[in-house]
């Protein structure tokens, strides 16, 4: 059992900076395929970005939707149980609730809500204009 708890969000004006952290419980956590997911209000939850096990895998682990492709960046501590969401040069767009995601064994099932394993409660993030 993996339990996942997010930290960071905020209100923040457009072209800001936020760090969001999702510090995890177990000791298996290095073996976890870590990710982000968002959901805005009325729009189902969407996949954002994901950072392998495996810094072997893809482009250096990790991967990005196109919409926050070179405005964040994901990142992980495995010493820390923690993973991080750096997001720079905020849009209104951008508002949402953000969840952390775990997934264990292949890397590409965290690309989609229902091949989640473990989900956080969720940290709210809203970009203003």
């Known amino acids: 059992q993996v339990q996942l708890v997010e930290s960071g969000g905020g209100l923040v004006q457009a072209g800001g900076s936020l760090r969001l952290s999702c510090e995890a419980s177990g000791r298996t956590f290095r073996q976890y395929n870590m990710g982000w997911f968002r959901q805005a209000p009325g729009k189902e939850r969407e996949f954002v970005t994901l950072i392998s096990w495996s810094s072997g895998w893809s482009s250096g682990g990790t991967y990005y939707a196109d919409s926050v492709k070179g405005r964040f960046t994901i990142s992980r501590d495995n010493a820390k149980n923690t993973v991080y969401l750096q997001m720079n040069s905020l849009k209104p767009e951008d508002t949402a609730t953000y969840y952390c995601?775990?997934?264990?064994?292949?890397?590409?099932?965290?690309?989609?809500?229902?091949?989640?394993?473990?989900w956080g409660k969720g940290t709210l993030v809203t970009v203003s204009s």
């Open positions: 995601a775990a997934a264990a064994g292949v890397t590409g099932r965290l690309l989609r809500a229902d091949g989640v394993d473990y």
